[in-house]
C-alpha cells in the first residue's frame, strides 16, 4: 500500500476487468482481497507480487504481439494486391508501353512513362542511371535496403499479331514480357506508396533497368552504385507456364543467363573440283557446331539446364557455287 494508492488500484484492476468480463465490474471477491487487511509484511508481500503478475498477465493478453501484428502485413498486402482497380492500372501500363516498344539504352519514352507515374504517386526517385534507368523509393530511407528491379528494353521483331494493342513501331516489339515488367513494378509501387509505406521498416527500391537484351545494363547499373547499399534484390519474370496470380520458385537458379562469343574459321579458298588444294571452313564450322553439342550432353550435369546454339553464321561474301570459302564467321550462344 505505500507504493500504490489503493483506489488507484482498485480502477485499473477494474479497468482490465471490463475488457474480458460481460459485468461492469470485477469480481467483488477480487476487490476485497485489495482491501487493507491485518496480515504478516509477508503475506502483504505475497499478494502484492500475485496483483502485479495479474496485471502484467491482463496487459499482455489485451496487445497483440509485434509478431502478430508483422504476421498480419502480408496478408493485408496480397488482399489490397487482389484489388480490380489495381490490376485495371497495371493492365494500362503494360498495355501503353507494348505499343511503343524501344531497345537497348533508347527506351526515353518508356523511362518518361515511368516517371510520371512516380511523380503522379508521390513517390521520390532518381534518373538517370545508365542513361535510361530510374531508381525510386519508398520508406524510411534508411537499412535495411530492399530492391525490386524491373527491365525496359524491347526486341528487335516484328510483331506478326493483329490486336488492339499491337507495336506502333516496325521492326520492334516487347516479345519477352519487358512491358509487363515494368507495369508490374509500377504496380507494386503503387501499392507500399497508397496503403503501406507506413508498415515499412527500411527502404524499398524500386530499379528500372535499361538493356537487358545483351546490352549490359545490369552490369551498368551496378558500376553506377545501385545496389551498393541494397541488402536484398529481387527480380520476376512472366510466364505463359502458370496462370495468373501464381509465383513460382525453387531451390537454387531458376532462369538461365546467357553469354555468346564469335568466332572466324579461316580456311583455305579455292575451286571445288580441287578440294585436296583447299580447306574448307565450312566443313570445320560443322565440325565445331556439333561438337560443341558434346558439352551438353557429355560434359554436364543432366540435371542442370543448358543449352547450346548458333543462332548467327555469316559468310564473307557469295562468289560461285564452284568455290569454296577462305573464311566464315560464326556466332555462339549458350
Known sequence: SSLLDLSTTKEVVNRHCLLYSTSSRCPPSLLTSLSPQPSSPMAATLRWRCFLLLTL????????????????IPINFLSSAKTPELVDYMVSIRRRIHENPELGY????????????????????????????????????????????????????????????????????????????????????????????HDLQGTVLFVFQPAEEGGGGAKQMVEAGVVDSVDAIFGIHVSTSFPIGTVASRAGPLLAGSGFFEAVITGKGGHAAIPHHTIDPILAASSIVVSLQHLVSREADPLDSQVTILPHLRVACFVAFTIILKFIQLCFRW
Do not use: N
Open 57 to 72: 498477465f491482463i496487459s499482455i493478453s489485451s496487445t497483440p504481439t509485434e509478431q502478430q501484428t508483422l504476421a498480419q
Open 106 to 197: 533508347e527506351e526515353f519514352e518508356t523511362s518518361r512513362l515511368v516517371r510520371e507515374e512516380l511523380d503522379r504517386l508521390g513517390i521520390r526517385y532518381e534518373h538517370p542511371f545508365a542513361v535510361t534507368g530510374i531508381v525510386a523509393s519508398i520508406g524510411t530511407g534508411g537499412p535495411p535496403f530492399v530492391a525490386l528491379r524491373a527491365d525496359m528494353d524491347a526486341l528487335a521483331l516484328q510483331e506478326a499479331v493483329e490486336w488492339e494493342h499491337k507495336s506502333k513501331v516496325a521492326g520492334k516489339m516487347h516479345a519477352c514480357g519487358h512491358d509487363a515488367h515494368v507495369a508490374m513494378l509500377l504496380g507494386a509501387a503503387k501499392l507500399l506508396q497508397e496503403h503501406h509505406s
